[in-house]
């Protein structure tokens, strides 16, 4: 069963910069396209990003398009997202999972943008 461990995540203030990084436990984990998704309080979760099992190809939400950079190192099994220009909307609880998404969520990490 696949776990998967956020971190990264913390209180920054609108304009900054936060990278956000998952690994997961199976060592397969390149043979799988990948996803952040978050999800703010009283809101459904939501994909923001996603990468192919290979890193070549990448799509995002339209809501973080050109501020949000989706990456992973297959050989660390670990998926990373660069996140920039910070707006207060993109807080929220942010988790990774394959695309699509297995119900095996792990804890999240929480991004919290205000001044």
């Known amino acids: 069963q696949v776990q998967f461990v956020e971190s990264g995540g913390g209180l920054v203030q609108p304009g900054g910069s936060l990278r956000l990084s998952c690994t997961s436990s199976r060592t397969i984990f390149r043979f799988y396209n990948a996803g952040w998704y978050r999800q703010a309080p009283g809101k459904e979760r939501e994909m923001v990003a996603s990468?192919?099992?290979?890193?070549?190809?990448?799509n995002y939400a339209d809501s973080v398009k050109g501020r949000f950079t989706i990456s992973r190192d297959n050989a660390k099994n670990t998926l990373y997202l660069q996140m920039n220009s910070l707006k207060p909307e993109d807080t929220a609880v942010y988790y990774c999972n394959w695309v699509p998404a297995t119900p095996n969520w792990g804890q999240g990490t929480q991004v919290t943008v205000s001044s």
């Open positions: 990468i192919t099992n290979g890193g070549g190809t990448t």
